[in-house]
């Protein structure tokens, strides 16, 4: 069973760049996609971002696409989010998972994290 801890999240101004980690451990992590998915309050779950085993292709949802960039360090197990110009709107709990097959639309999400707490301020 994978476990899977973020971390980085934050209180942030507008406009505003935050960083999060995911730190992956218990399976082979490049072996498997990997993804970023938020939660807003009183709002549904939803895809951000995923990335390959091998970190060659990347996915966005389109409201995040040229502000948002997955990454991943299969060296340290631990996958990235790099999140650019900031708004109240991204305010949400970002939660990391882990995907069945290398490739992200080819299977299932198998493990979540807990989530990382990121607040925009306006």
């Known amino acids: 069973q994978v476990q899977l801890v973020e971390s980085g999240g934050r209180l942030v101004q507008a406009g505003g760049s935050l960083s999060l980690s995911c730190v992956a451990s218990g399976r082979t992590f490049s072996a498997y996609a990997m993804g970023w998915f938020r939660q807003a309050p009183g709002k549904e779950r939803e895809f951000v971002a995923a990335i390959t085993s091998s970190g060659s292709h990347s996915y966005y949802t389109d409201s995040v696409k040229g502000l948002f960039t997955i990454s991943r360090d299969n060296a340290k197990n631990t996958v990235y989010l790099q999140m650019n110009s900031l708004e109240p709107e991204d305010t949400a709990v970002y939660l990391c998972?882990?995907?069945?097959?290398?490739?992200?639309?080819?299977?299932?999400?198998?493990?979540w994290g807990k989530g990382t707490l990121v607040t925009v301020s306006s």
């Open positions: 998972v882990e995907y069945s097959t290398a490739w992200v639309f080819q299977g299932g999400i198998t493990s």
